[in-house]
T-cell receptor, first 111, second 113 residues
Framework: QKEVEQNSGPLSVPEGAIASLNCTYS??????FFWYRQYSGKSPELIMSIYSNGDKEDGRFTAQLNKASQYVSLLIRDSQPSDSATYLCAASGSSASKIIFGSGTRLSIRP | EPEVTQTPSHQVTQMGQEVILRCVPISNHLYFYWYRQILGQKVEFLVS????????KSEIFDDQFSVERPDGSNFTLKIRSTKLEDSAMYFC???????????FGEGSRLTVL
């Protein structure tokens, strides 16, 4: 069973600090990796995608991928209360016709 | 901005009844998906669909489930005989390229009594 693993949290970070979210995946054939944000009762919203090793930055968000370690991370700089949500890590399967999700990390930004 | 739309937003049904959940994917997307999320649990893959065929399905997607693209815009999920454990939020998603970014609809909450 191919899995995506995340620490469930909650992760509590002061406003203005950096939030660091981590994820590991088991399928070495995975090629595409994603971070989604999900507010309570809402649908997942895409934050970032990353396909190659290294860092990818988009505004306050930086995704990092290390395929050798099967590890994906998301950094959120200058955390805001509106960043409080559950963050879902996702990875494509070897066949690319499905994307599987981790169970999510709850992030709480305290004022 | 293009979006995935789902109907109904909430459906309550009796155990054993058939349910059809509807989705309109983003217009230039070719790959369609259904996921479900039981309250408090993870987003689970059900099925992917391309070119009028199922590409991949999970163990959850048994004979009680079926998907269809009845016309050029709609994508449906049918549950033939609902069980209590089918109560969940069902999300439709679409992507332009397989294995790339999924864009989700707002979800259809199914409550089976």
């Amino acid at each position: 069973q191919k899995e995506v693993e995340q620490n469930s949290g909650p992760l509590s970070v002061p406003e203005g600090a950096i939030a660091s979210l981590n994820c590991t995946y088991s399928d070495r054939g995975s090629q595409s990796f994603f971070w989604y944000r999900q507010y309570s009762g809402k649908s997942p919203e895409l934050i970032m995608s990353i396909y190659s090793n290294g860092d990818k930055e988009d505004g306050r968000f930086t995704a990092q991928l290390n395929k050798a370690s099967q590890y994906v991370s998301l950094l959120i700089r200058d955390s805001q209360p509106s960043d409080s949500a559950t963050y879902l890590c996702a990875a494509s399967g070897s066949s690319a016709s499905k994307i599987i999700f981790g169970s999510g990390t709850r992030l709480s930004i305290r004022p | 901005e293009p979006e995935v739309t789902q109907t109904p937003s909430h459906q309550v049904t009796q155990m054993g009844q058939e349910v059809i959940l509807r989705c309109v994917p983003i217009s230039n997307h070719l790959y369609f998906y259904w996921y479900r999320q039981i309250l408090g649990q993870k987003v689970e893959f059900l099925v992917s669909f391309y070119n009028n065929e199922i590409s991949e399905k999970s163990e959850i997607f048994d004979d009680q489930f079926s998907v269809e693209r009845p016309d050029g815009s709609n994508f449906t999920l049918k549950i033939r005989s609902t069980k209590l454990e089918d109560s969940a939020m069902y999300f439709c998603a679409s992507s332009e390229v397989t294995g790339r970014e999924l864009f989700f609809g707002e979800g259809s909450r199914l409550t089976v009594l």
